[in-house]
């Protein structure tokens, strides 16, 4: 007869200590300036879905998929002329998928010096597969994505941030530089596995710092976009100003098919706006910003 499941109140203290320890955030890799003396870092973000959102569900709406078209046709060339005009390189997290759709689209990205990083293969759920199949996704996205764009990426931001039991050690065996799908502080940390630190940068997120928690909206579900833009501006621009207070980093995601619309893409242009007016801001991918943390810290 097997033991019989134990539920969360009877657990022993192993079984509970060992759930917490598998992902730790260790040392806290805030430098005490960041490069050329500045006083805080910018990360913007995008999250290029597009698609997959629906084929991830097993959907067939063509409706929800001429959304994720959108981003492709008006949302990406609306940031992209955007971080252009304003001189900033960004990070864009792909899922392979995407990228397969649109490999022009990914071809620009690099043309223009902004990063692509992992994002799943169809922005899959991790913790809803099998662990086999989790490490070869993230295998194949990562060879797909350098053969769209030439360039191997060295970060992941997992899709909808989940994260699993062995996500960690496929990243540690793709030798990735960053993750950026976790929240255990404000500035970046050292990931550790299991009391080991692993010299993976952590470029913590937050769901208060993302635009689709704001504004998505479902027709067929309870979910409708509850925040009007002018708060969504506030909301982000304290988060910058608190930053800059601390000397933190300022760590921003958007998609494509959220924030270009025309009634909201003002919202970046005026944080981008407002953050330039502050003196020592120093803008970068986050790859930039993990190899520097990591590079200050001697790891
Ligand atoms: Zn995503």
Avoid at 58 to 83: A, C, E, F, K, T
Avoid at 97 to 121: C, F, K, M, N, S
Wanted: proline fraction near 6%.
């Amino acid at each position: 007869m097997p033991e019989p499941e134990l539920l969360p109140w009877q657990w022993p203290e192993e079984t509970w200590r060992a759930k917490v320890e598998r992902v730790r955030a260790g040392r806290n890799l805030k430098p005490s300036a960041w490069k050329d003396g500045a006083r805080c870092a910018v990360a913007l973000s995008f999250d290029v879905d597009h698609e997959t959102n629906e084929l991830r569900d097993g959907g067939n709406s063509v409706g929800r998929l001429s959304w994720g078209q959108y981003g492709n046709r008006v949302g990406m060339p609306r940031i992209l002329d955007l971080m252009k005009k304003e001189d900033i390189k960004a990070s864009f997290f792909v899922p392979a998928v995407t990228a397969l759709l649109y490999p022009d689209e990914q071809r620009r990205v690099i043309a223009e010096g902004h990063e692509v990083g992992l994002h799943g293969w169809i922005h899959e759920v991790n913790t809803a597969v099998p662990p086999d199949a989790e490490r070869e996704l993230h295998l194949r996205s990562a060879d797909t994505l350098e053969k769209v764009t030439g360039v191997r990426p060295v970060g992941m931001r997992t899709p909808s941030w989940d994260f699993s039991e062995v996500t960690l050690a496929v990243e540690r065996e793709l030798g990735l530089l960053y993750d950026s799908s976790l929240f255990a502080d404000d500035d970046p940390y050292e990931l550790v596995e299991k009391g080991e630190p692993t010299g993976i940068v952590e470029l913590p997120v937050e769901w208060i710092r993302d635009d689709a928690v704001y504004f998505n909206m479902n027709r067929f579900q309870a979910l409708r976009p509850y925040t009007a833009p002018e708060a969504v501006f506030d909301i982000f621009r304290r988060e910058f100003d608190r930053a800059y207070e601390e000397g933190g980093l300022f760590l921003l995601t958007m998609h494509p098919h959220v924030i270009t619309y025309r009634s909201r893409i003002w919202i970046l242009e005026k944080l981008i706006a407002h953050i330039k007016e502050m003196p020592g801001v120093w803008f970068a991918r986050h790859d930039e910003i993990a190899a520097f943390v990591k590079a200050e810290a001697g790891i």
